[in-house]
């Protein structure tokens, strides 16, 4: 071969490479919540770049927006993310709609097991419909609704002096919704080295989401049932209950009397602002916030301390969380299950919790160390054993703008009683339904 | 002079550009310039409002592309104009427009004709009053929330200063009765600058000859301000109305950011109704009814208002 020769076919060789390495390293985008757990995402993805070649992009919408932007976006077919972590409420309207592609064939080629994630986080984040088997995501965050209270305030001998004389009780973790309010009324107002502090940060937030998640933390406890018959849409003696009635009526007594004033339009942000400027003594949020609240310098540590949602009649704690699915619209889609075939790897998973990220895998979860391995640990184990999540229907933004407003009119503008509030919410919802051809 | 540089162009136009165009008629050459604006205005605004209103009579839902799209007649209407929830949202509408209207007229009117006294610093004085309005509404609405709040706002402390009461006794976001109010306040505040630039631009336009002719019959200045600078800047307010009537109508971001439309659904006005319906909710034919009402009602209301205005400037 001469000089010519080798050097044409080591040019052919080169590019031959050169293209195949382009055609197999994608640049992925990866669309979530703008929050902590999503930092840690993109610290724990730099190891799938580093392994798969691929680049990892990251699309993160705050909060308030997030549903309204992303579901924007899988509604118009839009490309923007190859792989989303969605609601878990998303579920329904994402495999009927055909915006995430079901996920058999590959967890059956790759063996990744449903079975080795808990089954809360499975049926919540996974399956659609319900219960059955037709997987539309990979449980990647497994979140409840939680407490969180100042645990130097609660071991002062002087408060506790305080509280027994005013109630008769030791002053501890509530183990009751009751007691909970009982305690945020002792606090409301209390003047706490000479600042004046309020009882709970709690969510009442108008626009999104807000008010419901806060409301059923208070429903769910006292045995709050969608329909009479799960898949009938039986509504009318369910949402409408006394002991739904009576829930109500309590989150709406907890606004009024143990919240901070102006605490009309709060969720997260504010929840995590009241508690961490020293405003309040419990507060409501996401177990995916408490690393960062153990972590916070002025409340944290030895200051703080969490609790799982009391109970009332029964356990019950609202369900966050979410799975991750490739978007059916993506052109990346083989590169976009190489990531979740990589994130189900018990190790990633265990390297997923230690960063901060709540892994829904049983390895982790059941580990011996796990309960040890954070103050909150243990009380994420209680409360997923107990969770509830809302409707997760294709209609599900419908179904919850309802109770958002139905909700919001009765515990904040004070319009009518709880049990005319939820026999509106019935009739929206039932409307939606009919449309939907479902009743 | 004028001439040189047209001799210039047209000896510059390419022969054969020059012979195609001589060719053409004046109708087909208005054509040509008028038929690129026809032609987005009935992409942009007639095809979809046409589109609109075809929507307007089904079932459709954006968020469901593969489900049938059955016609229901005029049921989306039925359903709008018999709900109470949307009347309420009109009825909040309505509260906003008119005192906001109210608001920025009186203040606007008498901001200008203060301006317009000649006085050291008159101009930074007109600086200072149009800065709202350069804002944007989302910044407006942010920095006016935390003014609002009822612990460190400051609007709760200026008010607190003057009535004795406590600042963190009264919620203007938070409250039913405040709430409707608290948005009035600042779209006042950011708008009324709008207003009175217009009525200024109104009162420079008096000529000086018609108050010294007043003053030789010796009218007095209430007379002079009835019988000349109202009648005389009546137009231009009347304008201002018109423009802030129309804007009002469909406010959104200022009160999103205030209020979201809470507490409650005291300050949903009908534009957020309706946001949440279209694209939260995502009841397509539903929305575009109740687009099309809207828009019907803000067009019929402002095609009566121009009728007036018009016979007012005759006049």
Redesign the interface.
């Known amino acids: 071969m001469n000089l010519r020769k080798l050097t044409s076919v080591g040019v052919v060789s080169l590019a031959a490479a050169g293209f195949t390495n382009a055609a197999q390293a994608e640049d992925l985008t990866l669309c979530w919540a703008a929050w902590d757990p999503a930092n840690a995402l993109v610290e724990l993805s730099k190891e799938f770049e580093e392994q798969s070649g691929h680049t990892m992009h990251f699309e993160f919408v705050p909060w308030p927006n997030f549903a309204d932007r992303m579901l924007n976006e899988l509604n118009s077919g839009g490309k923007l993310c190859d792989l989303l972590i969605g609601d878990s409420q998303w579920i329904g309207g994402g495999a009927e709609n055909g915006h995430y592609v079901k996920l058999n064939d590959f967890f059956d080629k790759e063996g990744i097991s449903m079975s080795d994630f808990a089954p809360a986080t499975v049926y919540a984040y996974s399956t659609w419909p319900k219960g059955t088997p037709n997987y539309y995501a990979l449980p990647a965050m497994g979140d409840a609704n939680g407490w969180f209270y100042r645990k130097d305030w609660f071991s002062r001998d002087d408060i506790r002096a305080a509280y027994k004389q005013a109630t008769g009780q030791e002053l501890g973790e509530p183990k009751t919704q009751k007691e909970l309010l009982q305690i945020a009324q002792f606090f409301q107002e209390r003047e706490i080295d000479g600042k004046k502090v309020y009882g709970a940060a709690i969510f009442t937030e108008r626009g999104s989401e807000g008010i419901t998640m806060g409301v059923t933390s208070a429903l769910y406890p006292w045995g709050f049932e969608y329909e009479n018959t799960p898949g009938k849409y039986d509504m009318e003696g369910a949402v409408n209950s006394p002991e739904a009635v009576e829930a109500l009526e309590f989150y709406k007594e907890l606004y009024e009397t143990a919240t901070p004033p102006g605490y009309t339009n709060s969720y997260m942000g504010e929840s995590l602002d009241a508690f961490k400027s020293g405003q309040v003594a419990m507060a409501m949020n996401w177990f995916a916030f408490f690393p960062g609240l153990y972590a916070d310098p002025n409340t944290g540590g030895d200051k703080i301390d969490f609790f799982v949602n009391p109970p009332q009649n029964v356990p019950g704690s609202t369900l966050g969380g979410q799975g991750i699915s490739v978007v059916s619209y993506s052109d990346k889609q083989e590169a976009s299950l190489e990531y979740i075939k990589w994130f189900a790897d018990p190790k990633v998973q265990a390297k997923w919790w230690s960063m901060g990220g709540y892994s829904a895998h049983n390895s982790v979860l059941g580990s011996d160390t796990f309960e040890d391995s954070a103050p909150f640990a243990g009380d994420f184990l209680v409360a997923m054993e107990n969770v509830k999540d809302f409707w997760q229907e294709p209609t599900y933004a419908e179904l919850l703008l309802a109770m958002q407003k139905r909700i919001h009119d009765y515990v904040v503008a004070d319009q009518g009683t709880a049990k005319e509030a939820l026999d509106k919410l019935i009739e929206d919802w039932t409307e939606v339904f009919e449309d939907e051809g479902k009743l | 002079m004028i001439e040189k540089p047209l001799n210039r162009l047209a000896q510059a136009t390419p022969t054969p550009i020059a012979r195609r165009v001589k060719g053409l008629s004046d109708r087909a050459i208005a054509w040509i310039f008028v038929g690129p604006t026809i032609f987005l205005l009935l992409v942009i605004n007639i095809f979809p409002l046409i589109w609109t209103i075809n929507l307007s009579f089904t ?1 459709f839902k ?5 489900r049938e799209i059955e016609y229901i007649g005029l049921r989306n209407y039925e359903r709008i104009l018999g709900d109470s ?1 949307i009347w309420l949202s009109m009825q909040a509408t309505a509260h906003f427009l008119f005192w906001t209207l109210f608001l920025q007229v009186i203040i606007g009117f008498t901001l200008a004709w203060l301006i317009n006294r000649k006085f050291r610093g008159n101009d930074l004085w007109t600086t200072i009053i149009v800065l709202p309005m350069m804002l944007s509404p989302a910044v407006v609405g942010n920095f006016w929330t935390f003014l ?4 460190i706002g400051l609007f709760n402390y200026v008010v607190a200063f003057f009535t004795g009461a406590d600042p ?1 006794s009264f ?1 203007m ?2 409250s ?1 009765n405040l709430a409707p109010w608290a948005i009035v306040i600042v779209d006042t505040w950011m708008w009324t600058p709008f207003v009175m630039l217009i009525c200024l631009a109104g009162l420079r336009s008096i000529p000086n000859y018609i108050y010294e002719a007043a003053e030789v019959d010796r009218a007095s200045k209430l007379r002079q301000f009835f019988t000349i600078t109202i009648p005389m800047v009546l137009p231009f307010l009347m304008l201002a109305i018109l423009f802030r009537g129309i804007e009002n109508f469909k406010m959104f971001d200022l009160v ?1 950011q205030l ?8 300050t949903e006005l009908a534009s957020i109704n309706l946001k ?1 319906e279209a ?5 397509t034919g539903y929305s575009s009814a109740f687009a099309i009402i809207l828009f019907v009602t803000v067009f019929g209301l402002a095609s009566i208002y121009v009728k007036a205005l018009n016979k007012v400037k005759e006049r």
């Open positions: 079932n954006a968020n469901r592309i593969g929830d609002y709040q009822p612990q963190s919620e976001l938070g039913v999103v209020t979201g439309g809470g507490p409650g659904s005291t949440r694209f939260e909710k995502w009841r």
